[in-house]
């Protein structure tokens, strides 16, 4: 997979931050659900427009 196709950044969203496919959601989002606790599934639950392939991109990006 390349995280590049999945992870977007745009100077006027989100003040910069890396984002999912150019949503509202940030790779720091999904970083911070995951290390509270939140498994996969849960957060795919609870964000319809996530699939398991962003969840797996944050988790690339960050090692980068």
Do not use: H
């Amino acid at each position: 997979m390349n995280y590049q196709d999945i992870i977007t950044i745009e100077p006027g969203k989100r003040s910069g931050k890396p984002c999912i496919r150019g949503m509202r959601i940030t790779v720091y989002d999904i970083l911070e659900y995951l290390a509270g606790g939140m498994t996969e599934q849960e957060i795919l639950e609870d964000f319809s427009e996530l699939t398991t392939n962003d969840i797996k991109a944050c988790l690339i990006w960050i090692k980068q």
